[in-house]
């Protein structure tokens, strides 16, 4: 299996989704937070804002001179964002593209609010990252689902229904 974007974001927000994602246990059709996010998408292309790039294993919000950004319409999960993002910083890096990540969380409840984080791909994060790639390769390839955890942020996950009933 090879490590996607998305599989990196969810092994920070629950080991269990990550292992079912990653094995091709895919209910995220059934998520309405998943079909808001193809609705932005979708809103975005029609007004011919949809920058959206899908290479190799990334889909990648937007790519400029300087920057990959990575939009997020919140910032309740910020070290799976950030980590994503660092996952497709390495992807370019290790193609000769440099560049730093630019983290834009749409502020939900709040009108014209955005907040922004920078994201650099230096020595420590680079190693972090690559731990936590071999950490995720080890994970997905085990023979057992890992515990459902028991958060509050389960209810309104696209796994709830598989976990908890």
Do not use: W
């Amino acid at each position: 299996m090879k490590i996607t974007g998305t599989i990196i974001n969810y092994y920070f927000h629950c080991k269990r989704q990550c292992y079912l994602f990653a094995n091709r246990i895919n209910l995220e059709d059934n998520s309405e937070d998943v079909r808001t996010g193809k609705v932005l998408h979708e809103i975005k292309a029609k007004d011919g804002k949809n920058t959206e790039i899908k290479y190799e294993n990334m889909v990648l919000d937007k790519v400029t001179s300087n920057y990959i950004e990575e939009y997020k319409k919140s910032d309740a999960d910020t070290e799976a964002a950030r980590m994503q993002l660092l996952f497709y910083l390495k992807n370019f890096s290790d193609k000769g593209i440099e560049k730093q990540g630019k983290l834009i969380y749409e502020e939900k409840n709040k009108k014209n609010s955005k907040k922004i984080q920078i994201v650099e791909l230096d020595d420590k994060n680079l190693k972090l990252l690559n731990n936590c790639i071999s950490e995720i390769e080890n994970l997905i390839s085990q023979n057992s689902i890992p515990n459902v955890e028991k958060d509050n942020k389960c209810k309104r996950c696209a796994y709830y229904e598989y976990c908890y009933l």
